[in-house]
């Protein structure tokens, strides 16, 4: 198993190009099954979840190429008009994302059998709210043996979805995605109400349109979807990361110095710069382009994490352990999942001062933190703990980075690229890291033979 080792204390100096959105990317890759003819996404980042749904795709009988693009990967995808509308537990199991296959297998196939997801182990996340509205589409849905059964019945000839007022009684991010997708095919008018209002949700609708769907909203709280016969292929760019952007940003911001970030997207980060100038950043913005300088150590600050525009729950990790070294005490309230401060452990055994009262971490700022062996549990504790080693004293060995794999592109090359002392100890030190993600998913992905032939 990989592990990060890390000498904490430098600066970071120089330039980091931003990867490809990993939670836009993999919806989109998604919204390839709406057609049968080829979607082309550039911009896509080199990711463990990535490579997995490229999997899971090909394992229902779509085509799937992924190749070097530039800096990036470019996905080619087809999906022809039978496949197998299954998604398998042994490749659903680790990635959350796999639940959006729900909405198009119904909307195009008119039927899905998909194994309730897994993913990090940061509190309940129900799909209650995808059920709810597909039903109220006229999908027919039970749970059978840990997986969501469902299928449209035959009217008129066909297997068609109907256009539906959703109101869902939370935000939810992929909620809305499958609403939205699944809204594309149906016949008549969807509106989905409380809709997530994410960036990530705007780059979808802007590929679903590319291929012929008709939406408006994206981006406020209310979608307003008028379903067509049929998508056609497109071509899309996948926005930048803000996440990745913001975490590269947080490790600045603790360690000092002077880096520029190109491909971003200021735009989408709102609240995570505001933060950062709070703490005592300097930060310049260009259309697509961050520079932030830190001359001094960073100032505490206090975050309430919420759905967008509000600070990101995916951003709270990061400014967790920019608090730990930070002037001052600052608290954390953590809104969205009931259990993502299993990274406070791991700080504290580092020197971290924090105390957790429920949904609160109080963080007292200390001069400094001693590098130990800590244990990532999920994706954003990861790249915390990272930032804690890089502003550390000494060496910190951070166990179970296969959680960082999920969503962050190379990172400790281009940490290594601004003046970070990381190198990952790995059992496959013969092989790069992108090849041990990916590096049977260049080229075409042989799709498998259908087993259900059910279509719309």
Do not use: W
Request: aromatic content about 2%; proline content about 4%; some cysteine.
């Amino acid at each position: 198993m990989d592990r990060l080792r890390i000498v904490g204390g430098r600066p970071l100096v120089g330039e980091i190009a931003i990867s490809g959105a990993k939670n836009a990317a993999l919806p989109i890759l998604c919204a390839g099954l709406l057609t049968a003819q080829t979607l082309i996404l550039d911009h896509v980042p080199r990711l463990k979840d990535v490579a997995t749904t490229a999997r899971l795709l090909a394992r229902m009988g779509a085509s799937v190429t992924l190749a070097d693009h530039g800096q990036s990967q470019r996905a080619i995808l087809s999906t022809p008009d039978t496949l197998d509308p299954t998604a398998p537990y042994e490749l659903v199991r680790t990635m959350r994302a796999s639940i959006l296959v729900l909405g198009p297998l119904l909307a195009r196939f008119g039927a899905a059998r998909v194994a309730l997801p897994g993913g990090c182990a940061i509190g309940q996340r129900p799909v209650d709210q995808h059920i709810k509205g597909l039903q109220a589409m006229g999908a027919e849905i039970t749970i059978e043996h840990g997986d969501i059964v469902a299928s449209v019945p035959l009217r008129g000839g066909v297997r068609r979805l109907r256009g539906a007022k959703l109101v869902t009684d939370m935000v939810t991010v992929t909620g809305t995605e499958n609403l939205l997708m699944a809204a594309c095919l149906a016949s008549g008018q969807t509106v989905i109400e409380n809709a997530a209002r994410e960036p990530e949700i705007v780059d979808l609708a802007a590929c679903l349109r590319a291929m012929g769907a008709h939406i408006e909203g994206a981006g406020t709280d209310r979608i307003v979807v008028e379903g067509v016969e049929r998508l056609h292929g497109a071509a899309h760019r996948v926005m930048p990361d803000r996440i990745e952007t913001g975490t590269f940003l947080c490790a600045v911001a603790a360690t000092g110095g002077d880096v520029r970030l190109t491909g971003a997207a200021p735009a989408t980060l709102d609240a995570t710069l505001e933060k950062l100038r709070e703490a005592g950043c300097a930060i310049d913005c260009t259309a697509d382009s961050i520079r932030l300088v830190m001359a001094q150590r960073p100032r505490a600050v206090d975050l309430r994490t919420a759905p967008f525009p509000g600070f990101a729950t995916d951003m709270q990790a990061q400014f967790m352990a920019l608090n730990t070294i930070a002037h001052g005490t600052g608290f954390v309230v953590e809104t969205i999942f009931e259990n993502r401060f299993m990274h406070v452990q791991e700080l504290k055994r580092m020197g971290a001062d924090i105390a957790i009262d429920g949904s609160t971490a109080l963080v007292r700022g200390v001069a400094g933190l001693s590098g130990a062996h800590v244990m990532a549990t999920d994706l954003r504790a990861s790249a915390g703990l990272v930032i804690a080693a890089l502003v550390a004293q000494g060496e910190t060995l951070i166990d179970r980075v296969y959680h960082l794999d999920r969503g962050y592109e190379r990172m400790e090359r281009k940490l290594t690229e601004i003046g970070a002392q990381i190198e990952r100890l790995s059992d496959h030190q013969d092989a790069p890291l992108a090849d041990q993600i990916d590096g049977n998913l260049v080229g075409q992905l042989r799709p498998a033979a259908p087993r259900n032939t059910n279509r719309a």
